[in-house]
């Protein structure tokens, strides 16, 4: 493996217009988002989507998520009815991911789906992501910026910690307000729809605008390829709604649980989501040989957490 330090760089107009330069020639660019950071290439180019999968050591069955400026870029490359309209609508720029039919022809490379008649899209609000969107003229694809199955990357130094010089180039945005990754709702014929991945946008408020509940039954493998049981793990043991610490734990707190690291002190779970991932890396970091996490009530983004949590402890 390549030990020398990435390359990072300051999203002003010089860094940007590099990091343009950079993605224009096939390279990978780590990028701040609203969620976590992202490690951008060109989504119609087979090379830069390969140099995605390579510098991640992501498993080609798992599908990248694609970015966009807006709806009408996104209109380019997938089929949009009513419904996608209303929650593009209702969500763009935002941490929403619509999974929604591949149009034929779309420019963009095979591998970005997985070779699945599915393409997953997202329009993110963060300002360097969006500036960066405005200077080049193709979609980004954008898996989060860490090696494939570890804790996500929240600020750049995670990035340059999980990746080192495979990031190639990264923006320094400092950390992301987010903290977690997108919600990722696909929407099936007629009015079925699903939440593939709970995250900040709950099923709830996808309800409000669809006007109809999800449905039910489970996704199958076709739909959710990415979404693997055992993900974001830190590389110990974690044990969940744990009340104390046993001597030999790192205690991830909430609330009036205090811990080593506290996601809110307020018990705001918003708050929590934006720090979620910094306590991760800092219990893996730190010297005890397990981590403990306090109980988190399971409402709005608590169900992302939890969703998170519970895929790191398996
Ligand atoms: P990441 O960008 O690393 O947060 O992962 C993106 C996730 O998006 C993957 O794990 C997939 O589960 C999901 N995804 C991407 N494309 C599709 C698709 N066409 N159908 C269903 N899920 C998708
Ligand atoms: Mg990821």
């Known amino acids: 493996m390549d030990n020398s330090p990435p390359d990072m760089v300051m999203p002003d107009t010089a860094g940007l217009a590099a990091a343009a330069a950079c993605l224009r020639g096939h390279a990978v660019v780590a990028v701040p988002t609203e969620t976590v950071y992202g490690l951008a290439a060109r989504a119609d180019s087979d090379a830069a989507v390969a140099a995605i999968y390579r510098a991640k050591g992501r ?22 009815d ?20 591949r149009r034929a022809g779309a420019p963009l490379a095979t591998a970005v789906s997985a070779g699945l008649p599915t393409l997953a899209l997202r329009c993110p609000a963060h300002p360097v992501m969006r500036a960066l969107l405005a200077l080049v003229d193709f979609p980004l694809a954008a898996p989060s910026a860490n090696r494939s199955g570890g804790v996500s990357p929240t600020t750049a130094a995670h990035v340059a910690a999980s990746l080192g010089a495979a990031a190639g ?10 903290g977690i990754e997108s919600t990722i709702v696909v929407l099936r014929e007629g009015n079925g729809w699903k939440v593939l991945r709970p995250g900040p946008i709950t099923a709830g408020q996808i309800a409000n605008v669809l006007g109809t509940p999800p449905v039910a039954n489970a996704a199958t493998s076709i739909e959710a390829p990415g979404q693997l049981a055992s993900h ?26 205090q811990g080593d690291f506290n996601l809110s002190p307020a018990g705001d779970l918003v708050e929590a989501a934006s720090h979620l991932y910094a306590a991760l890396h800092t219990a893996a970091a730190a010297p005890h040989a397990r981590i403990a996490v306090a109980p988190l009530p399971a409402e709005g983004i608590g169900a ?11």
């Open 304 to 314: 992302a957490i939890k969703d998170r949590l519970s895929r790191a402890a398996t």
């Open 82 to 101: 009513a419904r996608a309209l209303d929650l593009a609508g209702a969500f763009w720029p935002g941490p929403l991911t619509l999974v929604l039919p």
């Open 232 to 257: 974001y793990a830190p590389g110990k043991p974690i044990r969940l709604n744990a009340s104390h610490a046993a001597p030999n734990e790192f205690l991830i707190g909430f609330g009036p649980q």
């Open 169 to 178: 180039m990264i923006l320094d945005g400092g950390a992301c307000a987010g």
């Open 59 to 80: 498993p080609d069955f798992n599908p990248l998520i694609v970015h966009v400026a807006d709806v009408a870029a996104a209109e380019r490359l997938a089929v949009f």
